[in-house]
Nanobody, 126 residues
Framework: VQLVESGGGLVQTGDSLRLSCAAS????????MAWFRQAPGKVREFVST????????YYADSVKGRFTISRDNAKNTVSLQMNSLKPEDTAVYYC????????????????????WGQGTQVTVSS
């Protein structure tokens, strides 16, 4: 199984970025997918999750209204559209796969996710 993130970079406050995660080696449509992030010196934190069909999604309060998660089961990809970026969004962003097709009850915990990508750096300058 491979999850490969892309789309990170250095942007300014208020800018937008779109992250993508390409999955291979698994039956993508059977997995709920999620994005987490980890800033230097901090624990990895939940950002957003989406069910296998894309019909349900959840967001951390800190990104609600600014970030949008989506998936394309035909292309085995999950994306995170990030708007109105803030310096506190600076982190390495990770894609993760949950073998529960529907979103797990405690989706914000990392233990629900079997597979992880290597991460992509997002830096927002003030």
């Amino acid at each position: 199984v491979q999850l490969v993130e892309s789309g990170g970079g250095l942007v300014q406050t208020g800018d937008s970025l779109r992250l993508s995660c390409a999955a291979s080696g698994l039956t993508f449509r059977n997995y709920a997918m999620a994005w987490f992030r980890q800033a230097p010196g901090k624990v990895r934190e939940f950002v957003s999750t989406i069910s296998y069909s894309g019909s349900r999604s959840y967001y951390a309060d800190s990104v609600k209204g600014r970030f949008t998660i989506s998936r394309d089961n035909a292309k085995n990809t999950v994306s995170l559209q990030m708007n109105s970026l803030k310096p506190e969004d600076t982190a390495v962003y990770y894609c993760a796969a949950d073998p529960s097709a529907v979103i797990s009850t405690e989706y914000w915990y990392t233990y629900n996710y079997d597979y992880w990508g290597q991460g992509t750096q997002v830096t927002v300058s003030s």
